[in-house]
């Protein structure tokens, strides 16, 4: 079992700047076995989407809507993955999940969520 614990939610003002962290526990293997980490998020009467996803390695992937604005990056010393968030728009309001897979093929773990909100 892993747990995450997502924190940085906050308001701000559009282009404004903010940085997510969600930290990973669980067993040693538990917390060995985690590949993948990233973030998704969700706006009011919107579906999940996808932001950003970072590998153990530290390859990086970015929704369209989010490259060159935000960075996404992990500490596997503190088995801890961050999300800088720069240039924040009103369109960027949503409630921020982290998630981790685990193991192969992969079991996802999702955080509770952190709230971001940016006033025009």
């Known amino acids: 079992q892993v747990r995450l614990v997502e924190s940085g939610g906050d308001l701000v003002q559009a282009g404004g700047a903010l940085r997510l962290s969600c930290a990973a526990s669980?067993?040693?293997?538990?917390?060995?076995?985690?590949?993948?980490m990233g973030w998704h998020r969700q706006a009011p009467g919107k579906q999940l989407e996808l932001v950003a996803t970072?590998?153990?390695?530290?390859?990086?992937n970015y929704a369209d809507s989010v490259k060159g604005r935000f960075t996404i990056s992990r500490d596997n010393a503190k088995n801890t993955v961050y999300l800088q968030m720069n240039s924040l728009k009103p369109e960027d309001t949503a409630v921020y999940y982290c998630?981790?897979?685990?193991?192969?093929?992969?079991?996802?773990?999702w955080g509770q969520g952190a709230q971001v909100t940016v006033s025009s």
């Open positions: 970072i590998t153990r390695g530290g390859s990086a």
């Open positions: 998630k981790a897979r685990a193991g192969w093929p992969g079991v996802d773990y």
């Open positions: 669980g067993s040693t293997g538990s917390i060995l076995s985690i590949n993948t």
